[in-house]
């Protein structure tokens, strides 16, 4: 999903071109001119726009060097006639990602542009995470149980060295914030961190994201582009979810590890794959090998230094820790520091079945964040969802888990019409949306899904 606004001083096209960016449920927003383009530029953000190049007031050169001066990170694609092809070559030498020619040749090939153009557009947000990464303090793990003394210690040792980590735990359990503490104590620290979610990419658009690509590789492969091997040159590269591979990618894969070298998608040229790795999965890869899923020699390639991070209520001695840490986050996030958690709350949470580990914790606390009054997080801020399910230690707790339960509902259609009005009143702007709230864009994301609002 992606906001994109589309420039065209024909109301049927423009039209057209919203209506074929919406099948891909982006937000399309629409302008009649570059002047009309800018003022709404100004006013909301937008990942992609998409500009007619000859338009009365303000035309697309004059859209797009505004957009390169203002707002670089913004892509931007031109339609252009027969005749303006050598005027949209230098527009793309200006900024630009691609032009199309009017009339367009269907559908599913402006869809295309789009996406590649988002695809470039997420690229530099990694780049931009990497130089950050650069400059970021070293990473602490937060921990209170004895039994991630050992866990802890096996990471800073093999930080040190260049093995590859396999990090092994039930879905929720830190094994990023894990990776990125061995990231962080390495001798690539000064590097890129670049992380990829295998389960969250098709194979086919997987392939083009590790590798990059050679220009005409594929259908809409107009230019050449880096994959993210090569922008974590000199850093650690992240693969979580790992489990997830399909057959044909694993064998790739395999070949990076085995050799530290791989080839762009459609390309000849052998490039050199300077990375520390470290995988993640909350799958048994040894079962999966035995059915048949895994290729053994990609584990082995994997697990030359495994560490298995044990499940939240195993160690309920970091339940606490955690969320005083992830407290400071969330309020970070909703521009309110100093939350605080109560002692009450505390005890609630140190009961907690926590079948979905950390991750379960930090919405746990979101929510509370959201529902109190003050600064302080109490017991009665803290409802589950049907997925957290305490165990009351008397009659009185018991009552009291029910009164919550209760409310959860009413609560949780407060916290829906809340996030539909502010959309509403920020025009469907999910970032703004996001700041009215006082929550971070991901977590509105989450929600907008979780209540179904589009």
């Not at 890129?192 to 594929?218: M, R, T, V």
């Not at 790992?242 to 791989?262: M, Y």
């Not at 970070?332 to 140190?350: H, K, V, W």
């Not at 888990?401 to 502010?422: C, D, F, P, V, Y």
Request: aromatic share 6%; with cysteine; net charge neutral.
């Amino acid at each position: 999903m992606a906001s994109i606004l589309v420039v065209d001083d024909e109301e049927g096209l423009r039209a057209f071109l919203a209506e074929t960016l919406e099948i891909d449920n982006h937000v399309v927003q629409q302008a009649e001119d570059g002047s009309e383009a800018i003022a709404m530029l100004k006013a909301r953000g937008y990942d992609l726009v998409i500009s007619d190049l000859r338009m009365p007031n303000t035309d697309g050169m004059e859209l797009l060097r505004w957009v390169n001066n203002e707002q670089p990170d913004v892509e931007l694609v031109l339609l252009t006639a027969h005749g303006d092809v050598r005027t949209a070559v230098e527009a793309m030498k200006l900024g630009a990602f691609d032009f199309l020619q009017k009339p367009i040749g269907s559908p599913s090939e402006l869809r295309l542009v789009a996406k590649r153009a988002l695809e470039r557009r997420q690229l530099r947000a990694f780049q931009a995470g990497a130089k950050r990464a650069k400059h970021q303090a070293e990473p602490t793990l937060t921990w209170g149980a004895k039994m991630m003394v050992p866990v802890v210690k096996a990471l800073r040792k093999v930080a040190k060295t260049n093995a590859t980590v396999l990090l092994v735990g039930e879905s929720g359990t830190g094994k990023e914030v894990a990776a990125r503490a061995v990231h962080g104590w390495s001798a690539h620290a000064e590097g890129p961190w670049i992380a990829i979610n295998c389960a969250a990419i098709s194979e086919q658009l997987l392939e083009s994201e590790l590798f990059g690509h050679e220009k005409g590789a594929f259908t809409g492969a107009q230019t050449q582009r880096q994959g993210l091997i090569e922008l974590a040159k000199g850093g650690t590269f992240f693969l979580d979810e790992v489990g997830e591979l399909k057959p044909e990618l694993q064998a790739k894969l395999l070949r990076v590890l085995q050799e530290r070298q791989f080839q762009r998608v459609g390309g000849t040229r052998t490039l050199e794959a300077d990375v520390r790795w470290i995988a993640a999965t909350n799958r048994d890869l040894r079962q999966q090998m035995a059915q048949g899923h895994f290729r053994e020699d990609l584990y082995h390639r994997l697990a030359v230094f495994p560490v298995v991070l044990p499940p939240l209520r195993d160690r309920r001695e970091d339940i606490v820790p955690l969320a005083k840490t992830l407290l400071e986050m969330i309020g970070s996030e909703m521009g309110r520091p100093g939350l605080q958690l109560g002692a009450d709350a505390a005890e609630q949470l140190t009961r907690a079945r926590w079948s979905g580990n950390i991750r379960e914790l930090r919405n746990t606390l979101e929510r509370a964040a959201i529902v109190a009054e003050g600064q302080t997080i109490e017991q009665a801020d803290i409802w589950p969802d049907e997925a957290l399910l305490f165990e009351p230690a008397s009659a009185a707790d018991e009552a009291a888990r029910q009164q919550q339960a209760m409310t959860a509902g009413s609560l949780a259609e407060m916290e829906r019409t809340a996030i539909a009005e502010a959309l509403q009143a920020s025009n469907g702007n999910r970032k703004q949306t996001a700041q009215r709230l006082g929550i971070g864009l991901r977590t509105l994301y989450e929600k907008l899904k979780r209540y179904g609002i589009r």
